[in-house]
Every structure is written in structure tokens, then in C-alpha cells.
């Protein structure tokens, strides 16, 4: 398949969809740990004609939702300084902490920022020399690169007024957590694709070796997840556990080789908060000391009180562990619409509730 439309096609779909029927006989739990996957498969009902044997969950793949509201909250504290101003991606504005958002505080006066990318951010500290700009990083893999630029970047130009308050996270370690709680069954990971572009294939291997769960690297078109879905099935069925790589025209096993060394110069890894699971050991970055200059952690000193739990009825957490299903909180689609929403899972767009609740809820499928 070459181009676009061919990961589209209807006809093509319906041959990978008989095929999976035809070579699942056993029930499987199939996680994909990539928001963008999550609304790949709302978007195009992949749930609604999977057959009775295929369960797919959604796991902690959307950065803002498992962002935790210490995280949150130390932003918003930041944004509150004398002189600040706190840029950050869109995405992050209404996250709800239970003492504030980003976009409640911009409403009364805070200047916090939309930025599209950190050259944003640095052209507001450039053009900002007497304020000091914190870009408030949250992302996995793929976007910590970009991060990782803007400081040497910063660097480079002498910039006295750039820091990142990073929270960055990794993928791999939360699938290891996830398989440590053994909270849910699982038979395979739909494995993320922008993630895996620089990380590369290796970073699952021990799911499959040390767990006995298949992992495929998927593409993000239909077509692609129902291929990686029958991948994974085919390998449930032979009783194997390996890494296979679908979104091949992308992934390399090695990954970015040239994204990981930025990485590597700027970041080190660390313990990282994730909303509904904890600390988790190795799956955050943190800068190097020697970028420390440019570290808010380091720079700012914020008294931050102590973080409050969810709003009461919040399932954002089970969520994110593929504990329940979106519409089994009983907030779903009431009090929490992506109008008005609760919890992060329904704020982000490739947050579980909110793609729920845009593409219909596939309730049907639990008794199909
Ligand atoms: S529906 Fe709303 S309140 Fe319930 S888990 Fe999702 S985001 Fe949280």
C-alpha cells in the first residue's frame, strides 16, 4: 500500500476484518497505548466490527490526561509569578486540576500562552527580554525531541529568559507498569507508531520476552490498525510473543538515531507521576545538570500546596489503565461532556472519553 487512500479503502477493510474473524477463536484483550490510535478506531467504528473474541482497551496514551495534577498545579503556580509568562500547547489549557485550569487562570489575567511549537515559545522570550518564559512541556517520545531543541537552541542565542518545566513522559515503562499491576488480561499492545519513529522497535521487546504479550508497531490509517490488529491476533493464536513492526514506511528498529542523541544530550531519565497509576521508576526526563540554567524546576522555587484527588465520580484513572471503559463512569456523557468537561480523559481530543463520546460509545459491542 503506497498511498493514502489505500489505507482508506472500504473494500481492502473488509477483507483484513473477515480475515480476523476467520483466525480468532480465542478471546483476547488488545491495548493500544497511542491517543491516536484510540481515535482511530472510534472514528471508524474498528470496535463495532471486531468479532466477539477481540476486546480492544484503551491505555495511558494521551500525554495531557496522564499528566498528574501535581504537574498541573506546579504550572499554574509558576504562571502566577510576578513576571511569568507560561506557554504551553493547547491541549493543557483545560486540564482541570481541582484547584484550577490553565485557561481559568488566563481568564483572570495570567498570561499563559498558546504556542504551536517551542520556536514559538522562543520567539516570545526573545521578544519578551524583561519577562521570563516557561514552556510547560508534557508529551512522550515523539515530542521531546523538539523540546530537547528549543534548549539548545535557547542556549545557543544566550538566552537568559527560556526554561522548560518538563514532563515528559515514556511509553515503555508505563506498558511495564501496567503489566506489573495485572489489573487487566492482556493479550497484546496495538503498540504507538509516532513513539516508536524514535525510540525504534526495541523498547518492547521485553513485553514479549519477559511477558509473553505480543506487541505490533501500527500506522495510524484504518487499515493499518485492522492489520496490526490481525497481527496480533495471528500471534495470540500460534501461541507466539514478538515485536512486528506494521507502520514499516516509518519505524526503523533502531528508531531516530539523530532524535535520541538530542535526547540524550539534553535529558536524562527519570521517575515520573502518572494520573491513575503513580510514580513510575525510569519513564519521565528531567534536564541534565548541566542544562540546568535552563531547568524552571531549578530556577523557580514555587510553594505549591498539596495536590487534592479527582472530582468524586472521576473513572479518569481506571481509564487509563484499561480498567473500565469510558462509558462505565457514571459521569460519561452527563456532567461530563467535552463541553463541560471533569476529567482530562474528556478534555483532550485523543483523550478515551472524548473520542467516545464524539464517535458513540461502542456499548453495543460489550454483548455482540
Ligand atoms: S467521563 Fe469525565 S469524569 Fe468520567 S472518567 Fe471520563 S473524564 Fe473523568
Known amino acids: 500500500m503506497k498511498y493514502l487512500s489505500e489505507y482508506r479503502d472500504p473494500a481492502l477493510a473488509r477483507k ?23 481515535v482511530t478506531i472510534s472514528k471508524n467504528g474498528i470496535r463495532q466490527v471486531m468479532p466477539k ?3 480492544l482497551l484503551s491505555g495511558p496514551g494521551c500525554p495531557v490526561c496522564v499528566t498528574a495534577n501535581e504537574d498541573i498545579d506546579k504550572a ?20 482541570p ?4 485550569s490553565l485557561s481559568a487562570e488566563k481568564a483572570e489575567g495570567v498570561d499563559v500562552r498558546v ?14 527580554p524583561n519577562k521570563k518564559v516557561i514552556f510547560f512541556g508534557v508529551g512522550f517520545e515523539t515530542t521531546s525531541p523538539t523540546i530537547a531543541l528549543s534548549i539548545l537552541e535557547a542556549k545557543k ?3 537568559k529568559n527560556y526554561s522548560v518545566l518538563a514532563r515528559h513522559k515514556l511509553i515503555p515503562p508505563a506498558m511495564a507498569a501496567l503489566l506489573s499491576l495485572g489489573e487487566v488480561k492482556l493479550h497484546g499492545f496495538i503498540c504507538p507508531g509516532h513513539v516508536s519513529t524514535i525510540i525504534g522497535s526495541k523498547p518492547y521487546e521485553f ?15 484504518p487499515l493499518d490498525v485492522l492489520q496490526t490488529i490481525y497481527m496480533l491476533v495471528r500471534q495470540a493464536e500460534n501461541g507466539e510473543a514478538r515485536v512486528e513492526v506494521q507502520y514499516k514506511r516509518s519505524v526503523r528498529s533502531e528508531g531516530n538515531t539523530t532524535a535520541l542523541k538530542i535526547l540524550d544530550e539534553v535529558f536524562e531519565v527519570c521517575d515520573a507521576d502518572w494520573r491513575g497509576i503513580g510514580i513510575i521508576p525510569n519513564s519521565g526526563f528531567k534536564l541534565k545538570e548541566e542544562y540546568s540554567d535552563f531547568d524552571a ?13 479527582d472530582p468524586p465520580g472521576c473513572s479518569c484513572g481506571e481509564i487509563l489503565r484499561g480498567v473500565k471503559f469510558p462509558y462505565q463512569c457514571k459521569l460519561f456523557g452527563k456532567a461530563c461532556t467535552p463541553e463541560r468537561p471533569i476529567g482530562p480523559c474528556m478534555v483532550s481530543s485523543e483523550g478515551a472519553c472524548a473520542a467516545y463520546y464524539r464517535y458513540g460509545t461502542g456499548k453495543a459491542l460489550v454483548n455482540r
Open 16 to 38: 483484513v476484518i473477515e480475515n480476523i474473524k476467520k483466525i480468532s477463536h480465542t478471546p483476547v484483550n488488545l491495548m493500544e497505548v497511542c491517543g491516536t490510535h484510540t
Open 53 to 55: 473474541t477481540v476486546t
Open 76 to 95: 499554574i503556580w509558576l504562571a502566577r509569578q510576578p513576571g511569568v509568562i507560561l506557554a504551553t500547547f493547547g491541549d493543557m489549557m483545560k486540564v
Open 97 to 100: 486540576s481541582p484547584y484550577s
Open 115 to 128: 504556542v504551536y511549537s517551542t520556536l514559538d515559545a522562543l520567539q516570545i522570550a526573545d521578544d519578551n
Open 157 to 159: 542565542r544566550k538566552l
Open 207 to 221: 513485553a514479549a520476552e519477559e511477558h509473553g504479550i505480543p506487541c505490533v508497531i501500527s500506522g495510524f490509517e
Open 297 to 309: 524546576d531549578k530556577i523557580f522555587d514555587v510553594d505549591v500546596p498539596p495536590p487534592k484527588d
